[in-house]
């Protein structure tokens, strides 16, 4: 059922949604490389001007005491950089489908990946915009068809990973949060069209969620933001209000839980990292074998942030305060 706004706030979706229209249609006109360097020249004009951008700065100067206020500016314009990037890149998505990509990993030899993935040999494959670190585990969703969960975080262009997902042959469902505009909604749905389904945050996400697991799907999670009804579980040696989601579902298919991220490596270029399955514990005490996944997921979403802190969404409000 759709909901029904007062009648100013219809008029201010419906204007935005205009507005994003012919943003989008003008970003469409540009080569893709030009998109997204105009989109990193706006982030870097606009966003360290806006109010938000302070939690940035404020999260920064928590975690990084010791860095000087000149190279936090520095990390603060690289986020946004590549948050303009991100959002330019958007129309220009399906221009990242990787032939090249796939025509290496078959000259590599899947029987030869599948061995890999058992000996726990990382493998990288590089394609024309994208290369893929632990190619082997992503084989082995493939050929392997069960019900997984991959966790990751707001870096680089994380729109990347389902639409490489949909390139293998893959179908990862995502859960999201809905932007309030409707109409920025349906653009965003249509310019992911075709790069795995989206499951809506909320009760009828977590209904639709376990389906993709029920019937042996991909399920993905960004876990990097926070959760008022989570756990809290040291982030950066900090306690963050973390999301449960992943650690419960893990538990209870006792499925793979792998995490990936995306690494901006220059311009349009992109590096996809993809892990391990995660060692799930089986200590009968449900309630510590949650605390134990969550710290672990952390632990390396945290490692993420450490190697490009420049590339990850500090505007977030992570931490309690």
Partial sequence: MKRRYPLRRRMRYALEGVVAHIFVFSLRLMPMRLASAYGGWLGRLIGPRTKVSKYATANLTAVYPEHSQERIAGIVRGMW??????????PHLRKLWEVDLFERIAGYGFGNLMAAAERGEPITVK??????????????CFFNPKPRIIFSGHFGNWEIMPLFATNLGMRVDVIYR?????????????????HGGLVPKGILGAVLARRVLDEGGILGLLVDQKHNQGVSIPFFGRPAMTTPMVARLAL???CPVHGAWVQR???????????????????GDRKADVVSILTEINRIVEGWVRERPDQWMWVHRRWPG
């Fill in 127 to 140: 394609g024309r915009w994208i290369e893929v670190v632990g190619i082997e585990h992503a084989i082995d």
């Fill in 178 to 194: 809905r932007p309030n505009n409707p109409y920025v909604d349906e653009l965003l749905i249509k310019m992911r069209s075709g």
């Fill in 252 to 254: 209870q298919y006792r």
């Fill in 81 to 90: 950089d590549n948050l303009g990037r991100t959002a330019c890149e958007y």
């Fill in 265 to 283: 490596l220059q311009g349009s270029h992109f590096r996809i990292t993809i892990t391990p399955p995660l060692d799930l514990p089986d200590t």
